[in-house]
């Protein structure tokens, strides 16, 4: 799946029409831009924040416990979370998964006058935009797929601090 993201900063657009017209060749500019959002989108994984700054939804219980249940040592013997499992479940963040594969692939192509940055993981979409219970239909045994709600949580886009990184950018490019 492709997401598409359209920079819609007045200014910035501007530059990128400057750089086509009298730059000839934006590619360095574009490539010097996706690295630093990869970098910025990276750190969003960290923070728990959307590109829009507003904070993820956090875990749901659900998946809190079957996090756990992955681990030796989270229950004492009554049942309850031991110490290691209350450090466990507190350090874990939406998104970041034991492989931490999704937060990790995030990557970049660039082609002529075009920048593409995503993740190759197959759920990534799910995670982007969210997914109610059983929207990709059920299983074999008639279970949904998902088996509940997936709340959106935004980790592609321009953040207010990426605009103005990008503007830099595209002004060091342009000698201005």
Known sequence: MRVDLQLEDRRAQEFLARI????????PALKQISELVVDSTKQRFQTSRAPDGSQWEPN???????????????YRRDGGLSARGSRRMAGKKPLIG????LSTTINYRVAGNVAEIGSPMEYAPVHQFGARKGEFGSTRRGAPIPWGDIPARPFL????SDSAMIRDVLLDFLGS
Do not use: K, M
Request: charged share 20%; no cysteine; glycine share 16%.
């Open 20 to 27: 086509q017209n009298d730059a000839g060749n934006p590619a």
């Open 60 to 74: 749901r219980p659900s998946t809190l416990f079957a996090h756990l249940g992955r681990f030796g040592g989270s």
């Open 98 to 101: 034991e492989s931490r594969a």
């Open 157 to 160: 886009g321009i953040s207010e």
